[in-house]
């Protein structure tokens, strides 16, 4: 394995010989990171981990009071814990798997059992973030897809609540796109969702902001902290783009039919007895606004 490919690992221990035991057991193949508490673990953790050995008794607490609050969090809920004790009661080993413990290994250590559990969990978890990442993406664009709009909008609501920051949407619309399919066929058509996914990606361009296709030629730009005026403002710069990435496709000698989108903007800071859905209503309403005008790359409100 590559050092960008090995798996890192949190081994929660405070025994030096049972971390040097780990260390020469895995050390070759996994990153490890060490914490010596439980309050360690908590600063070491991480959402790129790839797993926790954990072990039951530690100077600060019990180790099954750490792997509880990991399994509640929704960030760590899939992250494979494997505790570890010198310990072969049937108590603890029932009580550590209720917990949502994905295996339990005892002390000292088998260096072929450990290594091949730790392979398998590790193996099974890059497996399943994959799956999961793929099903949050369109597979015509390689945007995220309506699923991941609802996940993230929800995350951000929440966030911008917490926060009393704004939270902005623009809803992006292709013009007449029935025409482009029925005039040059569904090939062509694809070629210009995906260019329209492309500029979406450059005009809504900044950390944080989320753009995604909901279906058939309807997409969606997300943007935490945007007030409504900076949601305008990104949404009349897609004009542009698109010029620019038509121009692209004619100098490659691609076939790309020309066309212009509409856009619907809203922007709001949540507050208490509001949902998101008012935030989507309000920017489909002015989406319609822009179609009704004719489209033309028309945004709405005009700011």
């Not at 209720?98 to 978890?125: C, H, M, Q, W």
Request: charged share 25%; hydrophobic share 40%.
């Amino acid at each position: 394995m590559s050092n960008e490919e090995q798996p890192v690992v949190l081994v929660v221990e405070d025994n030096p010989t049972g971390i040097a035991s780990l260390v020469g057991i895995l050390g070759a193949a996994c990153e490890l990171v060490v914490a010596k508490t439980l309050a360690e673990a908590e600063r070491c953790l991480s959402p790129d981990m790839d797993l926790v050995l954990l072990d039951l008794y530690l100077p600060d607490g019990n180790g099954i009071e750490f792997l509880k609050r990991l399994k509640s969090d929704p960030l760590y809920q899939e992250l494979p814990v494997i505790c570890m004790s010198a310990s072969d009661q049937s108590s603890d080993i029932e009580e550590a798997f209720r917990e949502g413990a994905i295996d339990y290994v005892l002390k000292p250590f088998n260096k072929i059992i450990l290594s091949a559990k730790v392979s398998t969990f590790v193996d099974f978890k890059r497996k399943t973030n994959l799956l999961a990442a793929q099903a949050l993406r369109d597979t015509l664009t390689g945007i995220g897809n309506r699923r991941m709009f609802e996940q993230q909008l929800d995350l951000e609501w929440r966030r911008a609540l917490r926060q009393e920051l704004s939270l902005g949407l623009a809803l992006v619309d292709m013009d007449h796109f029935k025409s482009i399919n029925d005039q040059h066929g569904h090939a062509q058509g694809d070629v210009c969702l995906q260019l329209l996914a492309t500029s979406m990606e450059k005009a809504f361009g900044r950390a944080g902001d989320l753009v995604a296709r909901l279906g058939g030629d309807e997409f969606v730009a997300m943007l935490p902290g945007a007030t409504l005026n900076s949601t305008v403002r990104a949404a009349k710069r897609l004009k542009e783009v698109l010029a620019n990435e038509h121009e692209k496709c004619r100098r490659s000698g691609q076939d790309c039919p020309g066309f212009s989108v509409s856009v619907g903007c809203y922007a709001v800071v949540p507050h208490k007895g509001t949902n998101a859905s008012e935030l989507k209503e309000a920017a489909d309403q002015y989406l319609y606004e822009a179609k009704r005008e004719g489209g033309r790359s028309c945004v709405r409100p005009a700011i």
